[in-house]
């Protein structure tokens, strides 16, 4: 009787253990559920993103580029061109190689290119990095990127104060595991408008060429992109719960209704042409004779 009831208080223990981990796969796509998780580990707490679209990042923060120049932020700005920003660092043991290795290979994929119509900016994290470890890293990313500019991609070194004012600003929120010696922080790029503006939030570590295009865009108002870009951005529209572009039905349909009339109209002008021909024809023959 005893070894049933055992049997009977491990199958429920199974049990439970399968509900939670069917609960845990679906918090990958449920934020309900994720928020839940995150809730349950206080550590988890201190990571996140939260958006801040439409502020603009203070551009007089002080850092250091690869070329061991001091700079400020407001150098890669006021260029009438939008920049793609990360938040990463050398000594990341795993998430921040993979986050930008998914933007080279999203970039990699555009029709444009970093130092032409756009600018890729990589801040640290870390104020122990030092130059020599920024311009290693720009090299080692620079040629994978074959269509890049040498200054297209600029990694940027400096002290906790700028680093952290300019997370702050956009939400991006980390901590420093004193016990494991490393950052743990979110998954994310962020593009920015040529005046500071944040513009746009890319989440994850795959960046599909397609959001990058559309977000590139989207920042720049109109000035990178040709007309057919412009008319494929027009049927799409950015959803946060989807975490990219999605197409949008009711603007597709405007501009079916649109392409519609331009066709019908194209083919009445085409048949009062031939009507006003057939019509002139006559007259024509009989001022001959």
């Not at 049933?4 to 429920?12: L, P």
């Not at 990958?28 to 939260?50: G, Y």
């Amino acid at each position: 009787m005893k070894r049933r009831i055992h049997s009977a208080r491990q199958w429920a223990g199974w049990g439970r253990g399968l509900a939670l981990a069917a609960a845990l796969a679906a918090g990958l796509a449920q934020p309900a559920a994720a928020q839940l998780i995150q809730d349950s580990v206080p550590e988890l707490r201190k990571i996140d993103i939260v958006e801040h679209l439409g502020d603009t990042i203070p551009l007089d923060l002080p850092f250091v580029n690869d070329a061991g120049d001091s700079v400020t932020l407001r150098r890669y700005f006021g260029q009438g061109r939008p920049v793609l920003l990360t938040l990463a660092y050398s000594d990341c043991p795993m998430l921040c190689s993979i986050v930008l290795n998914g933007l080279t290979n999203g970039v990699r994929d555009i029709d444009w290119h970093p130092g032409g119509e756009f600018l890729m900016l990589t801040v640290s994290i870390d104020p122990t990095e030092t130059v020599a470890i920024a311009a290693a890293k720009k090299q080692r990313y620079l040629e994978s990127l074959p269509k890049a500019e040498a200054d297209g991609w600029v990694f940027l070194v400096g002290p906790e104060s700028s680093s952290k004012a300019l997370a702050d600003a956009i939400g991006f929120r980390y901590y420093y595991d004193a016990e494991r010696k490393q950052y743990a922080h979110p998954a994310g790029a962020f593009v920015i408008a040529e005046d500071g503006m944040i513009s746009r939030y890319l989440y994850g570590i795959d960046f599909k060429p397609r959001d990058l295009s559309f977000a590139l865009m989207e920042a720049s108002k109109g000035k990178i992109g040709n007309t057919i870009d412009r008319i494929i951005l027009y049927c799409f529209h950015y959803d946060p719960d989807a975490k990219g572009y999605v197409l949008f039905a009711g603007n597709l349909m405007k501009l079916g209704g649109v392409l519609t009339l331009l066709l019908l109209g194209s083919f009445l002008c085409l048949q009062w042409w031939r009507d006003w021909r057939r019509s002139r024809a006559p007259r024509e023959a009989s001022s001959t004779t």
